[in-house]
């Protein structure tokens, strides 16, 4: 009887990884809390060779680029997810179950793929197509909504994290003494954008309203997208300078610290991220200085206070970034390279309307008509003869052409 259940428990977590991750192409976090905090990383493959028959046993949802389960580091978004605190509600795991059956799914919220009973409460997971990183405003939106949705039902603020950890079906809680178990499973993977437009409707007035102040949910989407770009850009930097960062090192700390508390809003994640960054750097601080270098972004952060809102110029000029590093960032640029970048997108829309006009661009019809001259010049025909035929009337146009040819190398 043993050896069956012991099968049936191994058959329900690979059922599990495999309709998470058979697809993922990302590194997978394991952990387990047991004493003290362990975690590892697995390719999908490596991820089924793994015991999860132990007691507080973890898997990522979402996959990362790199072995460090930080934001950055997101690769795929792979699902959305709520962790019910069912003890804290007062009501049954049933009944819940019940009454977002009857009265939520398909109507405030979709369908979730996967109800697990994960011990004192339940995990809804709502699989996605995988979306790359760049989709992390959207899915956090989403995971926002979900949230307030299912707030009366326990849902834990503390776990609308994307680099959340949840507990593996046939792992066994310790607190509860049971063994986590797949309740109920829907065939069906989402669109973000599909349950983006049929529940949130609101973030589409970033689109539709063009005058006045947006709305609240709008607003957040939008200050959530620019704390995103900027933990990325403040990784970007630390990259280009190979993690080499005396005497910005607090700086860089505090403004990651920041950035992240008020996107992940979820404190103690940030800090700890925080640390890890730090260990990084190839002068790495004392924890103690990290804390104390730091520890005004969470106070910033929890009073709800603007006063860290730096502008693009301020952290180029604290932080020292060069133009050429400017051109690595996301978001902290300044006006010239924005102007520069503005430039780049007008010559592409332009020459792609172009294209579509069957038409070249004055730069395209120039090196035409030098290639035209070169091919002649090769035939041996003469420069006059080169003109009538190319339908050349100045003789001083056509001379600036063939200097220019001869100072790029295009003719000898």
């Known amino acids: 009887m043993g050896q069956v259940l012991r099968q049936e428990e191994y058959s329900e977590q690979i059922n599990y990884l495999d309709i998470l991750h058979s697809d993922s192409k990302g590194w997978i976090t394991k952990a387990e809390i047991n004493s003290g905090y362990k975690q590892w990383h697995y390719r999908y493959n490596e991820l089924l060779e793994q015991d999860f028959n132990q007691e507080n046993v973890y898997i990522s949802i979402n996959t990362f680029y790199s072995t460090f389960r930080r934001l950055e580091y997101l690769k795929e978004l792979k699902a959305q997810f709520i962790d019910l605190d069912v003890y804290k509600t007062g009501f049954t795991k049933e009944q819940i179950i019940m009454h977002l059956e009857a009265d939520y799914f398909n109507k405030s919220i979709p369908r979730p793929n996967l109800i697990i009973d994960s011990g004192r409460g339940l995990y809804l997971i709502w699989l996605l197509n995988s979306v790359p990183s760049k989709a992390l405003p959207l899915w956090k939106a989403i995971e926002e909504y979900l949230y307030s949705v299912l707030k009366p039902f326990g849902a834990d603020r503390q776990a ?50 063009k005058k006045g102040r947006p709305s609240k949910t709008v607003f957040i989407h939008r200050e959530r997208s620019l704390y995103y770009a900027r933990i990325q850009d403040i990784i970007k930097l630390c990259e280009l300078r190979e993690y080499d960062l005396k005497g910005h090192r607090e700086l860089i700390l505090f403004l990651y610290r920041y950035y992240l508390c008020y996107f992940l809003e979820d404190t103690q994640k940030a800090l700890g991220d925080v640390l890890e960054l730090n260990r990084e750097f190839i002068y790495p601080l004392s924890e103690t200085e ?31 970034i060069t133009e050429l590093e400017e051109t690595y960032m996301t978001t902290i640029i300044s006006n010239k390279e924005s102007k520069r970048r503005r430039s780049i997108r007008d010559e592409k829309r332009y020459k792609e309307k172009l294209k579509l006009e069957g038409k070249m661009s004055k730069k395209e019809e120039l090196e035409q008509l030098r290639a035209k001259i070169k091919s002649l010049r090769e035939q041996g025909f003469k420069n006059k003869e080169i003109m009538q035929m190319l339908g050349i009337t100045s003789t001083t146009t056509f001379e600036r052409h063939i200097t220019y040819m001869k100072k790029n190398g295009l003719l000898k």
């Open 290 to 320: 990290v804390i104390r270098a730091t520890r005004s972004a969470e106070k910033v952060y929890l009073s709800k206070d603007k006063d860290y809102k730096y502008k693009n110029e301020t952290l180029i000029e604290l932080l020292l």
């Open 160 to 209: 609308l994290d994307p680099t959340r950890i949840l507990r593996v079906p046939g792992s066994i809680n310790s607190k509860s003494k049971t063994t986590v178990k797949v309740i109920e499973q829907y065939d069906y993977i989402y669109d973000l954008r599909e349950i983006q437009n049929e529940y949130l409707p609101e973030l589409e007035e970033r689109k539709a309203k």
